[in-house]
Each structure stands twice: as C-alpha cells, then as structure tokens.
C-alpha cells in the first residue's frame, strides 16, 4: 500500500509538471500586442526622420560640387561671326580661374561665364594644353569662391559623376561609372588625337563639355571633353571621355 500511495504521489508530480509546464509554454507562446496607430505612425516618423537625415551620396557629391559649377557661352568662331556655343567649367583655385575643355572657348570673339550664385562676366583663356584644356581668367568674381578639389587615380568600376550644362540645361547631374582608361579618340577630322582618357558611362550631351567629372567623394578627376556618337546627332550612346589630371598624356590641369 505504502508503494501504491509513493507511485500515485509521484504520478500526481507528474501530471502537476506537465500542467505548470503547458501554462508557462502557454504564457510564452502568446501572440505580441498589436501597436496602436500612433506607435506605428511613430516608427514610421522615425524611419522616415534617420533617413532623410543620410542623404544619397551622389545628392552628397552634387552639392559639394554646385557652388563650383561654370556655365560657359561663346560668341563667333573661326568660321562664322554669329555662331553661338554653350559648355561647362568648374572654379579650381580661389582666384577663380575656370578649368574647361579648350574646344569649348577656341577661337570666341567673347567668352561669357555665369557662377552659380548667378554672377556674370567675360574672361579670358590664361593657358592651354595639347590634350584640350583650358584655363580662364574671369573679369569679374563671385563675392565668396568655392574652388573643387582635384583628385585622380580613378579605376575601372568606380563611381563617376558628371555636371554640366547639356543643352543649356544648367546644373544636370548623371552618374555611371568608369567604363575604361587610357583611351584614345581622332580629333580635327583625324589629324590629332587626345589620349590617355577616361571612359565613363553618366549620360552627357553638347553642353557638358568642360564640366568636371567627380568620383564618390565629389572631388574633380577629370573633365568633360568628348562623347563617341557615330551619327549627326550628337547624341548620348552611353560613352563619353573625360581628360584625366594624372597621367595618360598630358592630361594635368594648365598652370
């Protein structure tokens, strides 16, 4: 008998645990409590909040390179009085002289440059060098000088972003990256070539030419100087070419 009640003390253990076991499984397994709609709008105004307090980075190199930005126009050519043109130049030293492509301002009558504060002047090319830069020497100022700072040493898969005024279209910025270095293209029907170029894809147009070309960090690796377009149309193929700072030719800024 004394065996029996020991058997049926513990059976009654037993089945204690299982149930003190079931209610606490029971206890965890419990479904969460639904938010309200404010916790949620909350969460969601934070979210919101963090992100737009971390901009994109290539809305980080934009603004780091827009108060150096040059729109560049031109009156009369080499071959005719009238011709207008329209490129890009970028601010690279506080005295602010403008870095662009020389094809851009060779041969104007008149050269006319508009900073981004909206400043207007003429200027005047200082310098020149073989593979198609240019440097002027505005008339006028902006009453605060914003120089880019010049990089190099891009590679093939970097992240490459171009400015400029395609079309007259002021301040349009693309992003690609760098298709290609060390690339060589005919220029004047042939006789010459420009060598030692940076191949990238970011969209550019007639207007971009002289604009910079910026890596991640909006610093200037290059600029603008030709677009590969076997068509009349001048049009984007996804293949433009820029005149590095470093190497490749001769492609360092004029002094």
């Known amino acids: 008998m004394a065996r029996w009640r020991q058997q049926l003390g513990l059976l009654a253990v037993g089945v204690l645990g299982a149930f003190v076991g079931m209610a606490v499984l029971a206890a965890v397994q419990q479904p969460p409590v639904p938010l309200s ?32 930005l040059v729109l560049i126009r031109t009156e009369g050519n080499r071959e005719r009085a009238e011709a207008e043109g329209i490129g890009s130049g970028v601010i690279v030293n506080e005295n602010g002289t403008i870095l662009t492509a020389h094809h851009v301002v060779d041969g104007a009558r008149r050269i006319e440059v508009t900073f ?5 002047s003429d200027a005047q090319i200082i310098d020149a060098t ?22 190099g040493g891009v590679q093939i898969g970097d992240e490459a972003f171009a400015v400029g005024n395609p079309f007259g279209l002021s301040g349009s ?49 290059g600029i603008v100087t030709a677009l590969a ?27």
């Open 130 to 151: 073989e593979n198609d830069l240019a440097t002027l020497r505005p008339d006028a100022t902006p009453g605060v000088i914003v120089p880019a700072v010049l990089a």
């Open 37 to 68: 709609r404010a916790e949620v709008r909350a969460v969601a105004e934070t979210v919101v909040a963090t992100a737009a307090a971390q901009p994109a980075r290539s809305t980080a190199v934009f603004r780091t390179i827009l108060p150096s």
């Open 173 to 221: 910025f693309t992003a690609g990256v760098v298709s290609g270095l060390n690339r060589s293209i005919p220029i004047e029907r042939g006789a010459r070539r420009l060598t030692g170029l940076i191949q990238f894809d970011a969209a550019v147009n007639p207007g971009n030419s002289g604009g910079p070309l910026l890596n991640r960090d909006g610093q200037v690796v």
């Open 116 to 120: 981004a504060d909206g400043t207007e």
């Open 229 to 255: 377009n076997p068509s009349e149309d001048r049009a984007f193929l996804g293949i433009g070419f820029a005149v590095p700072f470093t190497g490749g030719g001769g492609g360092g800024p004029p002094r």
